[in-house]
């Protein structure tokens, strides 16, 4: 199906779902760069998982590659004035600003207890920003800093350190996201009588059951929907969807830029 296609479904849809996969991390532009992956094996051995996404973020600026920010920058623009929601399994911080967004994977701005102690979530304030900034240079450089945690304070349950809110995270605090899980349910149910434009970008199969396949039941339902998944390999639309979307077999972040 051609760009002008699918964006004249989109001016037609009174309501649009976007799903936000994996490929926003930025991976495959990263790719094989060696001092990206010597850096994620550091953080692998050290036990500090939850800073992937931050090393992801900091890499991608290293390589001075702009193709994520023109996608999400894309995106924002198409969603603009139509009623969306976006879910985004990207931990990119980016992802939280294209529109009205829930992350359920966590991002690189908010700080939870490293043991999963409720009610503790904090945003990240300068001072973190300046620390975590100083760590990831060092690693950059070879070097893993040795510390516990240099994130600012305790938590206020248990004393125990802090690490960033995400996913990555070994006791990741799910009640980060679930306020506005809330609202997207709610928005769902009220897509059922509406054309409803369903857009899935880049999703693999890392965590299916947050946007694939509950997309597809969405799409299945929805008289008036029409499905497009874009992804280089995984595009393949089930046999019962077949008739009413597309898949797109091409990389989600250069399929926006060019469209
Ligand atoms: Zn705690």
Request: charged share 25%; net charge negative; proline share 2%.
């Amino acid at each position: 199906m051609k760009n002008e296609e699918i964006l004249e479904k989109l001016r037609q849809a009174d309501m649009v779902l976007v799903g936000l996969g994996e490929d926003f991390d930025g991976i495959e532009i990263l790719g094989q760069d060696e001092g990206y992956l010597l850096g994620c094996q550091k953080l692998r051995d050290a036990g500090l998982h939850w800073l992937l996404p931050a090393w992801n973020e900091f890499c991608l600026k290293k390589t001075g590659d702009r193709s994520l920010d023109r996608a999400f920058e894309k995106l924002a623009d198409i969603l603009q004035g139509k009623n969306h929601f976006v879910v985004s399994v990207s931990t990119n911080s980016r992802a939280g600003t294209v529109g009205r967004v829930v992350m359920p994977c966590g991002s690189t701005l908010e700080k939870q207890c490293a043991a999963g102690c409720k009610g503790t979530l904090s945003k990240m304030t300068d001072r973190d920003k300046d620390r975590l900034e100083h760590f990831l240079e060092e690693l950059y450089a070879g070097q893993l800093i040795e510390e516990a945690s240099f994130l600012e304070g305790n938590c206020p349950v248990c004393g125990g350190s802090l690490v960033l809110h995400n996913v990555y995270a070994e006791n990741y605090n799910e009640e980060g996201y679930l306020e506005q899980w809330k609202l997207y349910t709610k928005w769902l149910q009220g897509t059922l009588h509406h054309s409803l434009l369903v857009l899935e970008l880049g999703v693999g199969m890392r965590f299916p059951s947050v946007i694939r396949w509950p997309f597809e039941k969405v799409a299945f339902f929805n008289q008036k929907a029409f499905f497009c998944r874009i992804h280089e390999k995984l595009y393949q639309l089930t046999k019962e969807l077949s008739e009413k979307g597309c898949g797109i077999s091409k990389n989600a972040i250069d399929w926006l830029e060019e469209l």
